[in-house]
């Protein structure tokens, strides 16, 4: 199992890891430089979870669904999380006070398999995006785009967008991937950017 996060401090992801040893290492730096990562993981692990989107079952993988979490200790989480396991988070947190990490977007990207492109069993994208997003496309390494269906997502008392999205697996064993996730107004203007970092 493999996480490529941008944007998102990775956390409280620890037991779901554990399989990586290098994405667990990752993982409990990332909570050493919070004030009380043991509270943040007891929040996690305790506060309610919000419907935030849908990933729908499909080609034998199983419905997902993107969560969004206000938690106790003032952060705000986005989760990727089988829907039959709740328990098994992928995702991360930011302050409460600037959910986005100053910027209009953002995202996590997870994936089964690998390391291989064509040997990825199941790849996903969820994401958040500030009110000022009108459409999120992913552009995928043959120059082709998926766009991503936006939910109206109230986090923290403000308006956001959600959105969860699996690529298909036709795709992947063709090496056909994800290369960057792209955010535009409502003019179709690009305010934001980002590389998922997958190579395959």
């Known amino acids: 199992m493999k996480l490529i996060t941008r944007r998102w401090a990775v956390l409280g992801a620890i037991a779901i890891l554990a399989a990586s040893i290098t994405a667990g290492g990752v993982i409990a730096a990332q909570l050493t430089t919070f004030e009380n990562p043991d509270r943040l993981a007891k929040a996690i692990e305790k506060d309610p979870l919000v419907l935030a989107a849908d990933i729908p079952a499909a080609g034998g993988a ?5 969560l969004v979490q206000e938690t106790s200790t003032g952060h705000i989480c986005l989760w990727d999380v089988p829907s039959a396991t709740p328990g098994l988070k992928q995702g991360g947190c930011n302050s409460a006070d600037d959910p986005l990490a100053g910027r209009p977007l953002s995202v996590s990207f997870s994936y089964d398999g690998g390391p291989a492109m ?3 069993r199941d790849a996903r994208l969820i994401g958040l995006t500030a009110a000022n ?3 999120v496309e992913v552009v995928m390494n043959d120059g082709t785009r998926r766009p991503m269906r936006l939910e109206q997502a109230r986090v923290g008392g403000a308006e956001y967008f959600a959105f969860g ?3 298909k697996a036709g795709d992947l064993r063709r090496g056909i991937g994800p290369v960057a996730v ?4 409502d003019s179709g203007v690009v305010i934001d ?8």
């Open 118 to 120: 064509a040997s990825v």
């Open 165 to 167: 999205y699996r690529f």
């Open 182 to 185: 792209v955010a535009f107004d």
């Open 62 to 66: 199983a419905r997902h669904s993107v």
């Open 193 to 200: 950017r980002q590389t998922t970092g997958f190579t395959g």
């Open 133 to 135: 997003v009108a459409s």
